[in-house]
């Protein structure tokens, strides 16, 4: 049975801290860069939404289901978003990929693809997960291509399954990786950070 802790994940210049209400004027700043809350289907908080949203985010945690992270530049010593497991459920030993959202001027950069990395690593490597899922609005065009980027596999699209956070309801594009799989979708991330310019090891075979 897993058991996800707080752990502080890096490499290739983004690293991944546990969330905290010390991150709170990054992560206004990191919305601000697009304004990304005008953006209906996600859950990016307004500036003076954001000790609610980390708040939130903590409750989750304490309650067993979340587990936060901020997203660092470290050159840059910023704040540029979010993600968090999420659905956590231990006794199938599976956990969510979701939250997650970077500001305007890091999209469509190596930042996306190294994160994923970083916490498909700990959940299948570290956690010992059978299974990671993630979903996202079917509104969410692009980060519906962004998981299938990945390597994702479509599970289906969930009607009516979830809410907005302006509460009108969400159909939900789900999607997971298997144990099994994983080794193929690592290959597959590493390749494309190599297409990034991310040189760090030799290209993969």
């Known amino acids: 049975m897993i058991d996800p802790v707080p752990a502080t994940l890096e490499a290739h210049g983004v690293r991944l801290e546990p969330l905290t209400l010390d991150h709170r004027d990054g992560l206004q700043a990191a ?3 697009g304004e990304l809350w005008r953006l209906f289907f996600t859950f990016v908080p307004e500036p003076d939404e954001t000790t609610a949203y980390i708040e939130q985010a903590l409750e989750g945690h304490e309650a067993g289901h979340m587990l ?8 840059a010593d910023a704040i540029i978003g979010s993600t968090r497991f999420h659905d956590i459920v231990p006794e199938v030993d599976r956990v969510e990929i979701g939250y997650t959202w970077y500001s305007a001027s890091y999209q469509r950069s190596h930042v996306n693809t190294t ?6 690593e700990y959940a299948f490597d570290r956690l010992g997960c059978a299974v990671v899922g993630l ?53 597959h991330l590493e390749t494309r950070l190599w297409r990034y310019g991310v040189r760090a090891a030799d290209p993969p075979s």
């Open 31 to 33: 919305a601000r860069d």
């Open 68 to 75: 936060p992270w901020a997203v660092r530049d470290v050159a």
């Open 115 to 120: 994160c994923k990395l970083l916490l498909l």
């Open 135 to 187: 979903r996202t609005d079917i509104h969410n065009l692009r980060s519906q291509r962004a998981i299938e980027a990945l390597g994702a596999k479509k599970d289906g699209v969930l009607r009516h399954h979830s809410a907005r956070k302006d509460g009108s309801p969400r159909d939900d594009v789900m999607y997971s990786i298997l144990l099994h799989e994983w080794a193929g979708v690592r290959r």
